[in-house]
């Protein structure tokens, strides 16, 4: 069986470096806000090259805690509205919605499957107060009159950063190129913790303080609560763990670059549309590998019985899910169609030639 992904085998990599670092924080006796918190921040910050990494407890709180820190300083207020792909993952919605704001949900770009930028402005009105930009499947999403559009309608731009740590737009990375950032340490995310685990980045001294309290009781000070908070914190030895793997991950991106180099090079089948490389490599961290047929599930299932595991990111569009009722009657052609035609090959730090060959092989007699 070709896993779509071996998190144990990923982990296996650094195993005696990350085996050290738990013995260590399991030792030390201090397991919330101390010295391995502090220092991964700190290298992140350095990495990402912001001004402020706030670890928190995973990717959604990151996403939700720059929106709650927003209205806390007063910029954002119930109803506003934030527009956002609509063919993203439903945590970047949630965070919109769990704050009472307003998602204003935008076609993908059919080439890049990232927000359509020649539809953004169209879809600004006099209460849009936020761009929420992802980089879906890893790919750097941005423009250069996305500056100019924020700045002209007093926007603030957010970026969802899960799937794309590492990736670099015009010298900057993604998580730095707007006003703040969530990341996400989810296991199987290019960063990936033995849990839980996120972080907001941003330039804004303000908002990080904001952040920085709300994640923790409201409380800048023990005991003494100027917000309403919340628990959000990353833990020490989840922080010793991305502390660790941050080291290796410009070169796992690399091979993730390699891999799907590979496939485009290699898979040729009519039935199936490849996804479109970014004239820059460093545009592209390949989260996942996404192809589109419009036999999407016909060959999820001969890969499957020919012993090779996929996933569909995603199988159902935020707009057509229960939770989400209200906007189910909104008219949104293209996301719905990429929903039904995308399908996520194997691809990872470990997967193997053999693997990629016999993947692709695989693909090629696919009739
Ligand atoms: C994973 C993910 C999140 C949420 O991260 P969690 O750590 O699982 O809460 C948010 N947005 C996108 C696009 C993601 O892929």
């Known amino acids: 069986m070709i896993k779509f992904l071996d998190i144990q085998k990923i982990n296996l990599l650094h195993q005696e470096a990350l085996e050290a670092r738990l013995?260590?924080?399991?030792?030390?006796?201090?397991?919330?806000?101390?010295?391995?918190?502090?220092?991964?921040?700190?290298?992140?910050q350095s990495y990402i090259g912001c001004k402020?990494?706030?670890?928190?407890?995973?990717?959604?709180?990151a996403l939700r805690l720059i929106f709650r820190g927003y209205m806390e300083l007063g910029v954002l207020s119930p109803g506003d509205e934030v527009v956002v792909p609509a063919n993203t993952y439903i945590a970047s919605v949630l965070a919109i919605t769990d704050n009472n704001l307003v998602p204003v949900f935008v076609e993908p770009s059919e080439t890049t499957?990232?927000?359509?930028?020649?539809?953004i402005e169209q879809a600004i009105t006099p209460k849009t107060k936020a761009i929420m930009l992802v980089h879906l499947y890893g790919r750097a999403v941005y423009g250069s009159d996305?500056?100019?559009?924020?700045?002209?309608?007093?926007?603030?731009?957010?970026?969802d950063n899960a799937q794309a740590i590492g990736a670099t737009y015009n010298g900057l990375k993604t998580g730095n190129l707007g006003?703040?950032?969530g990341f996400s340490f989810y296991p199987g995310k290019n960063l990936g913790a033995l849990g839980d685990g996120g972080a907001v980045c941003t330039n804004n001294d303000?908002?990080?303080?904001?952040i920085r309290a709300v994640a923790n009781y409201g409380s800048q000070q023990k005991y003494v609560n100027r917000y309403k908070g919340l628990?959000?914190?990353?833990?020490?030895?989840?922080?010793?763990?991305?502390?660790?793997?941050?080291?290796?991950?410009?070169?796992?991106?690399?091979?993730?670059?390699?891999?799907?180099?590979?496939?485009?090079?290699?898979?040729?089948?009519?039935?199936?549309?490849l996804p479109q490389v970014p004239d820059k490599d460093e545009e592209h961290v390949w989260h996942v590998f996404v192809i589109r047929t419009n036999q999407r599930d016909r060959l999820q299932k001969y890969l499957n019985q020919r012993g090779i595991q996929t996933l569909i990111h995603y199988p159902i569009p935020v707009h057509k899910q229960e939770a989400y009722?209200?906007?189910s009657h909104l008219n949104l052609p293209i996301t719905e169609q990429i929903h039904n035609e995308v399908l996520s090959l194997p691809i990872s730090p470990v997967l193997t030639e053999d693997e990629l060959k016999t993947i692709t092989v695989t693909l090629n007699e696919f009739k």
């Not at 499957?113 to 539809?119: A, Y």
């Open 206 to 210: 303000h908002l990080a303080a904001a």
């Open 52 to 61: 402020h990494a706030i670890g928190v407890a995973n990717g959604l709180d």
């Open 146 to 159: 996305l500056a100019g559009i924020a700045q002209k309608h007093n926007l603030k731009i957010i970026e």
């Open 231 to 273: 628990n959000s914190r990353l833990d020490e030895i989840q922080a010793a763990v991305l502390d660790e793997k941050l080291k290796y991950l410009d070169k796992e991106n690399d091979i993730r670059r390699h891999i799907a180099h590979y496939y485009i090079n290699n898979i040729k089948n009519p039935q199936i549309i």
């Open 113 to 119: 499957l990232n927000i359509d930028l020649s539809k």
């Open 179 to 181: 006003d703040a950032a």
């Open 23 to 44: 013995l260590k924080t399991f030792r030390s006796g201090w397991y919330l806000l101390g010295e391995e918190v502090k220092n991964f921040e700190k290298n992140l």
């Open 325 to 327: 009722a209200e906007y």
